[in-house]
């Protein structure tokens, strides 16, 4: 085994037109990088692309404008049906870790390529993903983002691409909060934004250039300042489930950069709308 099975799978910056309106890097922009480091390390073990079957990430730094950043990977496991890699992120300046994934591929390997992703085995030590209770039916959900997926979403292995995917989900999230009064103009006046720090993201279908796709959301949990989402995309002309994204979140208070409570009032009308998860 190589003295440092860690692998350099992406360098670069954050660009500005990859900030949302928290001034910070867009969610979808940070799955770009993860999907490239996949591709960064299936390259290297000597495999072609591969579908995800699913993503743990955790945020725990933000990056802004300008930042540099660089990504490390490694193997966590070899699967008897596919690979699950690490992914952690850094800011380049200064080392500092600002997101890790657990990211699970599909993929069939042959002895010689086995041999390979076990020298790239490294120790993971990021947060664990936890399994919570989920809604067993939609029944509660919103219809929050619809559209159709074009040839640009669709990437090798036939599914959705990890930013295309998230860009709707996000798109998702925004109605999902306004429903209750995080409403654009509210987070323009009180300078407040959602900011999320951990995503549970599972692909179940792939899809094809034209295909419509409809994301329906609902809550799940609301604390103080933060609150957890469920969306679910499904594939309107199937009726099959493309994907699912677990997303949890704070109120962020901008000028601090802190969680910020939700007030009184806009919490009480987010329980209003929390979905049963027994």
Same mark, same amino acid.
């Given at each position: 085994?190589?003295?440092?099975?860690?692998?350099?799978?992406?360098?670069?910056?954050?660009?500005?037109?990859?900030?949302?309106?928290?001034?910070? /890097?867009?969610?979808?922009?940070?799955?770009? %990088? !993860?999907?490239? *480091?996949?591709?960064?390390?299936?390259? #290297?073990? @000597? =495999?072609?692309?591969?579908?995800?079957?699913?993503?743990?990430?955790?945020?725990?730094?933000?990056?802004?404008?300008?930042?540099?950043?660089?990504?490390?990977?490694?193997?966590?496991?070899?699967?008897?049906?596919?690979?699950?890699?690490?992914?952690?992120?850094?800011?380049?300046?200064?080392?500092?870790?600002?997101?890790?994934?657990?990211?699970?591929?599909?993929?069939?390997?042959?002895?010689?390529?086995?041999?390979?992703?076990?020298?790239?085995?490294?120790?993971?030590?990021?947060?664990?993903?936890?399994?919570?209770?989920?809604?067993?039916?939609?029944?509660?959900?919103?219809?929050?983002?619809?559209?159709?997926?074009?040839?640009?979403?669709?990437?090798?292995?036939?599914? /959705?691409?990890?930013?295309?995917?998230?860009? %709707? !989900?996000?798109? *998702?999230?925004?109605?999902?909060?306004? #429903?209750? @009064? =995080?409403?654009?103009?509210?987070?323009?006046?009180?300078?407040?934004?959602?900011?999320?720090?951990?995503?549970?993201?599972?692909?179940?279908?792939?899809?094809?250039?034209?295909?419509?796709?409809?994301?329906?959301?609902?809550?799940?949990?609301?604390?103080?300042?933060?609150?957890?989402?469920?969306?679910?995309?499904?594939?309107?002309?199937?009726?099959?489930?493309?994907?699912?994204?677990?997303?949890?979140?704070?109120?962020?208070?901008?000028?601090?950069?802190?969680?910020?409570?939700?007030?009184?009032?806009?919490?009480?009308?987010?329980?209003?709308?929390?979905?049963?998860?027994?």
């Amino acid at each position: 085994m190589p003295s440092d099975p860690w692998l350099e799978s992406y360098r670069g910056i954050v660009f500005r037109w990859e900030v949302d309106h928290n001034d910070h /890097l867009t969610v979808a922009y940070y799955l770009a %990088r !993860f999907g490239d *480091a996949a591709l960064t390390v299936l390259h #290297a073990l @000597g =495999l072609p692309p591969a579908a995800t079957l699913d993503c743990y990430i955790h945020y725990s730094r933000e990056l802004r404008v300008g930042d540099l950043m660089h990504v490390m990977s490694g193997v966590i496991a070899v699967e008897p049906d596919g690979l699950r890699l690490g992914h952690r992120l850094l800011e380049s300046t200064e080392g500092a870790l600002c997101t890790t994934v657990e990211h699970r591929l599909a993929v069939t390997l042959t002895p010689e390529q086995r041999r390979a992703a076990e020298a790239h085995r490294v120790t993971w030590d990021a947060p664990a993903r936890q399994a919570r209770p989920r809604p067993r039916t939609l029944d509660g959900f919103r219809d929050t983002a619809r559209d159709a997926a074009r040839l640009s979403d669709v990437d090798a292995a036939g599914r /959705l691409a990890l930013s295309s995917a998230i860009h %709707r !989900f996000s798109a *998702a999230n925004g109605h999902a909060i306004a #429903a209750f @009064g =995080l409403t654009p103009r509210y987070m323009r006046e009180a300078n407040r934004g959602f900011s999320t720090f951990e995503f549970q993201l599972d692909f179940e279908g792939g899809v094809r250039p034209g295909d419509p796709l409809v994301v329906r959301s609902a809550l799940t949990h609301v604390g103080n300042s933060s609150m957890r989402i469920l969306h679910v995309m499904t594939n309107e002309r199937s009726g099959e489930r493309v994907a699912s994204l677990e997303q949890s979140g704070v109120h962020l208070d901008l000028d601090a950069r802190r969680p910020a409570p939700l007030p009184a009032d806009l919490r009480d009308r987010a329980l209003t709308l929390l979905v049963s998860t027994a």
